[in-house]
């Protein structure tokens, strides 16, 4: 896989053979948010029995491109079996919407789910989050830089936080400032790969024209750049955090897991780097380690009094 956006494919077409008697409940286009007259949807899957009391958002993410279609109920499974509550959040999508836009789908996603844990029976300060490449580069987002609520918010959605307490993910884009090298910055959409370009062409409104306008200061690129890369938002209170990355990845460079890891230590924030050798930007035994995922929630989500 060469490209962010197979993984929703891959997503799709490596997912098992399903049992008529599902292991879950499935609501479909929960609406957690609307923008510029567009709903922001997920759907949920609630285990049948045993449910642990915790929650676990999937980011339905490739290339920042998310679509309904690509929820893949074979990286539900792995949760739901454990007793997790899964969130498969499809945000706002490229071309219609750039990463910074994106990464406010996800928190008011997160906003969402806490504001209604009691609906759906979970602990609000028990969530996890994980998605591959784009998709986790946005839980990381999350797991590095969410927000408090906003008290003063006139929807009581925004006033909840939406900080998560562990994250894991697959092959994360971390450092746009220093990727794959040190100084090798991609500010400009044109830096990056031609289908990846809509999310990173960053605009604005003018307020004298009412029209969207194209960012082009360099100050301005590189500044936006730094706000969406993980590693500069790493603080000593961020969440436990799993990465795993194949050593022969072309699009994603092992080495954004590998700064982003010793950023971490160095804050001592609970880490783990698992190397994958030999494989690339995606393998098609990816579903199989989704329950490395769920032992690290297992870990790091338990109730307080288990702890």
């Known amino acids: 896989m060469k490209k962010w956006i197979s993984l929703g494919l891959l997503f799709v077409f490596c997912a098992p053979a399903l049992a008529d008697d599902l292991p879950f409940t499935r609501t479909e286009d929960v609406v957690y948010g609307r923008k510029y007259g567009t709903a922001l949807t997920m759907d949920v899957f609630r ?12 980011v339905v993410s490739g290339g920042f491109f998310s679509s309904h279609e690509a929820i893949n109920p074979a990286f539900v499974l792995p949760f739901v079996n454990r007793g997790y509550t899964v969130f498969t959040v499809v945000h706002g999508s490229q071309p219609a919407f750039t990463v910074t836009e994106i990464v406010a789908d996800m928190n008011r996603a997160i906003r969402y789910i806490r504001f209604h844990a009691k609906d759906y029976a979970i602990d609000a300060s028990r969530l996890g989050i994980c998605g591959a490449s784009a998709g986790g580069h946005l839980s990381l987002m999350i797991g590095l830089a969410g927000e408090q609520g906003k008290a003063d918010a006139k929807d009581p959605t925004d006033r909840e936080s939406s900080r998560v307490q562990a994250v894991a993910c697959f092959f994360p884009p971390t450092d746009l400032l220093n990727f794959g090298s040190a100084g090798r910055e991609l500010i400009r959409a044109e830096d990056h790969q031609k289908q990846f370009r809509p999310a990173f062409e960053y605009r604005e409104l003018d307020k004298n024209t009412n029209l969207w306008v194209t960012i082009t200061d360099p100050a301005r690129l590189r500044e936006i750049t730094k706000a969406i890369s993980p590693i500069t938002h790493v603080s000593p209170d961020d969440p436990p955090t799993l990465i795993i990355h194949g050593d022969a990845d072309t699009l994603v460079p092992l ?15 609970t880490n783990k780097l698992i190397v994958k050798k030999g494989a690339g930007h995606g393998w098609p035994t990816i579903p199989l380690d989704m329950s490395t995922f769920a032992d ?10 288990k702890k």
């Not at 285990?47 to 999937?58: I, L, R, S």
């Not at 297992?298 to 109730?303: A, F, V």
């Open 47 to 58: 285990p049948k029995k045993d449910a642990n009391g915790a929650g676990v958002v999937v």
């Open 255 to 269: 080495q954004q897991s590998e700064v982003l890891i010793e950023k971490l230590k160095a804050a001592n924030v």
């Open 296 to 305: 690290w929630f297992d870990t790091y989500l338990k109730p307080a009094s």
